[in-house]
Each structure stands twice: as structure tokens, then as C-alpha cells.
Nanobody, 116 residues
Framework: QLQASEGGLVQPGGSLRLSCAAS????????MGWYRQAPGKQRDLVAR???????DYAASVKGRFTISRDNAKNTLYLQMDSLKSEDTAVYYC????WGTGQNDYWGQGTLVTVSS
């Protein structure tokens, strides 16, 4: 019910935009977020945004990544700039529909590789 766009291979310093579309059956999602999981590591929060537009970023991406959402389209975005090799990971979108602090839905995961 969450469909993420494809990731890809990007050179260090480059940019990439991810999107995540929620199906029409999921509406008024309180919090949507992006998470990532690097090989051998746990899944961590990258950024999240409330339905009112309040954002929260991991320290490692602050100033380089921008999360946004289009509530009318039920779509979440992640603009990633100044990418570094350490940003390489599988990225997941998540939806906390009722603001419980737990994601009710997850996207399928998309691989972002930052390498020259």
C-alpha cells in the first residue's frame, strides 16, 4: 500500500529524489517517514514529517536531505543532495497513520548506492 520509486547509483556529491505513494485506502496519514538500512546495520530513521508539515531529521542528513509531502496526492518525497558513500543503503518509506509512534505500513525498500 506504499509504493516507493526506484533508487539508483549516484556519484558522491550528486543528488537523487525518492518518492513514496500511498494507496487511496490509506488517508490522513499522521506521520510519514523515510528510513534506511545499510548492510549489517539496523534500520534507522532518516527523516519524518507530520501531516501539518513538521519535520525531523537524523543528524547525519540534516542540511543535505529534504523531506516533503503532498497530502492531496498522498505522496512522500525525499530530496537527497550532497550524497556521500555512507548514504548507501536500502531506503524504506513508512506511514504512521494514527500518530501512535509505530508505522502501520511500509514500502518495499529501494536501494540507493553512492559510489564513483
Amino acid at each position: 500500500q506504499l509504493q516507493a520509486s526506484e533508487g539508483g547509483l549516484v556519484q558522491p556529491g550528486g543528488s537523487l529524489r525518492l518518492s513514496c505513494a500511498a494507496s487511496e485506502s490509506i488517508f490522513s496519514i499522521h506521520v510519514m517517514g523515510w528510513y534506511r538500512q545499510a548492510p549489517g546495520k539496523q534500520r534507522d530513521l532518516v527523516a519524518r514529517i507530520t501531516i501539518g508539515g513538521i519535520t525531523d531529521y537524523a543528524a547525519s542528513v540534516k542540511g543535505r536531505f529534504t523531506i516533503s509531502r503532498d497530502n492531496a496526492k498522498n505522496t512522500l518525497y525525499l530530496q537527497m543532495d550532497s550524497l556521500k558513500s555512507e548514504d548507501t543503503a536500502v531506503y524504506y518509506c513508512g506511514a504512521d497513520q494514527w500518530g501512535t509512534g509505530q508505522n502501520d505500513y511500509w514500502g518495499q525498500g529501494t536501494l540507493v548506492t553512492v559510489s564513483s
